[in-house]
């Protein structure tokens, strides 16, 4: 059978210890029986009933094999850590109107903490109607002035094909009163006739060419002057140069003249630029995107200001007072999220080279002295503290429950090194009597005290050499 330990917590430690020492010292007077509880002075040792250990709570585990843990232990201090902290200010000058949280309380990101009442809101507010209908104005205009534009554009280029198709008619006629001119004899046809022929071949030339430098200065290739040739002037100009109106008139852009547009467009991005401004300084005063767009829908200024919470937690600091008038800059809550906490801590400079990031730790608060919680080193600090010798350091703990509170003080164990498995029994399961150490092995309803030879031992196990 393998040897199983007792473990004896709290006051059964003082009476398992009391019944030892009942069993080898004399007593001046016999106790009275005490039901249902050990029998004091057996020699093999303390012998319990069954309804007993169900009384006295009592653990037995195996001893087993575990794994001893070069550990580093150091008193720490619960914190906030600093990006799980919010400071809510109001943001401008302005008088409390309402009070929504309370000392204590829990909130969720966005939800209300107070109405403020302010002068310099509503101002803004007016400002952004105002930028926003001028807006509205303005691009009402600029697409007018498009839409001008794009016909400017097209009557243009309406305007160049039939230059280009009439010239080029002008120039076939001329050619071919040329060429017949030159088939009559000398006889027949005086000479000056063919120099007027060959003048007005060349007038006409002359146009023609002029009119295909002017188009191809604006961009149309000779494959589209042919196209709009071999189509005339029963095809739309378009159609000949394959392009959308929109495409025309970005493309032909400067056939419209298009400097009033330009001027509008530069005033059009200001004032966009200008409504956008004001839309962030309300934001950066607390007003959400949502109330803006309600803002801008009813028209109507809005006179109270909703100050919301910037992250979910618990409200740590109330200083907000309705009826209060408050300054821009006035610490009104403090929110904490204790969810995931720090324990401070400080090493001295010697064990600096084995404390490091990621290592594991075990924190431990007189709060809850059966609770172990885990967390992990964040990171240390970069400088030793020129009195104490000491570095800083940092251990991230989850706090799921919210039992870890602020400024609790803690003792902490860092693990910096696993050692192999070897047989280990429970701390809380060793006793001490004088100088030596023993546990209890069950045998039945008798728990027999077992000297025990320690080793290494960490804030969880301790290795047995020899006795068990």
């Known amino acids: ?166 010239t080029h008619g002008s120039l076939h006629m001329a050619s071919a009163a040329v060429e017949r001119v030159q088939q009559l004899s000398d006889k027949v046809v005086p000479r000056k006739e063919l120099i007027a022929a060959q003048t007005e071949q060349r007038h006409a030339r002359s146009a023609y060419d002029a009119v295909r430098r002017k188009l191809l200065t604006y961009g149309v290739t000779e494959a589209q002057m042919r196209t709009m040739l071999n189509g005339g002037l029963t095809q739309p100009v378009l159609s000949n140069l394959g392009l959308t109106p929109e495409a025309a008139t970005q493309k032909y852009l400067v056939l419209g003249k298009p400097s009033e547009v330009f001027a509008l467009e530069a005033e059009l991005r200001q004032k966009q630029a200008d409504v956008e401004s004001l839309k962030r300084q309300l934001h950066i005063l607390g007003v959400s995107p949502a109330r803006v767009a309600t803002l801008l829908q009813r028209g109507v200024p809005e006179p109270l200001l909703t100050l919301t919470a910037p992250m979910s937690g618990a409200i740590r600091v109330r200083q907000a007072t309705l009826g209060a008038m408050v300054e821009a800059t006035e610490k009104l809550f403090e929110i904490i999220d204790t969810s995931v906490l720090w324990v401070e801590g400080e090493i001295t400079e010697q064990l600096f080279p084995v404390v490091r990031a990621g290592q594991q730790a075990r924190v431990r608060v007189a709060a809850y002295p059966e609770s172990v919680f885990t967390g992990t080193v964040h990171g240390l600090g970069r400088t030793v503290d020129p009195d104490k010798r000491t570095v800083h350091l940092w251990i991230t703990v989850t706090n799921p429950e919210g039992r870890l509170l602020p400024e609790m003080f803690t003792e902490v164990s860092l693990v910096t090194q696993v050692a192999t498995d070897t047989l280990a029994v429970p701390l809380k399961a060793l006793l001490t009597e004088g100088a030596e150490r023993f546990v209890f092995v069950e045998n039945g309803e008798v728990y027999v005290p077992q000297p025990v030879v320690l080793g290494l031992q960490d804030d969880r196990y301790a290795e047995v050499r020899d006795g068990l």
């Open 1 to 166: 059978m393998s040897p199983r330990t007792l473990g004896l917590l709290g006051t059964l430690v003082l009476l398992v210890s009391t019944g030892c020492r009942q069993s080898t010292e004399p007593t001046a007077q016999p106790a009275a029986p005490v039901p249902h509880a050990y029998e004091a002075g057996t020699p093999e040792g303390v012998r319990l009933s069954a309804l007993a250990r169900t009384s006295l709570d009592l653990r037995v585990e195996e001893v087993t094999t575990q794994r001893i843990e070069q550990i580093v232990q150091l008193p720490g201090v619960v914190k906030v850590q600093p990006d799980r902290l919010a400071v809510v200010t109001p943001r401008l000058a302005a008088r409390i109107e309402k009070v929504y949280v309370r000392t204590g309380d829990v909130v969720q990101q966005g939800a209300p903490l107070l109405d403020l009442r302010s002068t310099e809101a509503e101002k803004l507010q007016v400002e952004l109607l105002r930028a926003v209908k001028s807006l509205s104005i303005l691009e009402q205009s600029y697409a007018r002035a498009q839409e001008l534009l794009a016909k400017t554009v097209l009557t243009e280029l309406e305007q160049m094909q039939q230059e280009l198709i009439k």
